[in-house]
């Protein structure tokens, strides 16, 4: 519920009606209740086993937009692993989604409360406007090669610290 399952549900569903042929798949546990045909649950899979993390990257390579609806994100990493294959992010401007999400750069977040078919939509126009979807697709893996990866962060957090050394 909190990762906000039931709103991407909805959104595929939405999408499917329109006639963009929509399947959501689902990396996690799967919750109980029934579920249309175009959702697939993947169960868990863990990227620190090579099996798994090859799983992983060919459910990223595959996609063609990342959505995670979630009502609350401390840090999102997924969205930079999402950047990471240029996948255009549907997310709520929550939390720590912000922080990697820039509306327009990367993906969209929506404001909190959004109603699938906000989400819906944003994906449908994304969808029939090619050079929105080249402008995100490259705008995800830019955001990935400059700021959203480990040796950027590790070398600004030890910038940060040198600083903060040499002014004590």
Do not use: M
């Amino acid at each position: 519920a909190r990762k906000g399952g039931a709103i991407a549900v909805e959104t595929a569903r939405l999408l499917n009606l329109a006639g963009i042929r929509t399947t959501l798949k689902v990396a996690g546990a799967r919750p109980e209740g029934d579920f249309p045909e175009f959702v697939e649950f993947l169960g868990f899979i863990n990227k620190n086993a090579s099996d798994g993390l090859r799983k992983l990257d060919d459910l990223f390579r595959r996609a063609d937009f990342f959505i995670l609806p979630t009502l609350a994100e401390a840090a999102g990493i997924v969205f930079a692993e999402a950047s990471s294959f240029g996948l255009p992010i549907l997310t709520y401007a929550t939390g720590g989604a912000t922080d990697y999400v820039r509306n327009g750069v990367n993906g969209y977040c929506l404001p909190p409360g959004a109603p699938p078919s906000e989400f819906a939509e944003t994906i449908a126009r994304i969808h029939s406007e090619p050079a929105e979807y080249l402008k995100l697709s490259s705008g995800a893996s830019l955001e990935y090669e400059t700021r959203l990866n480990w040796d950027i962060s590790v070398s600004k957090l030890i910038a940060a610290f040198s600083q903060a050394l040499r002014h004590n």
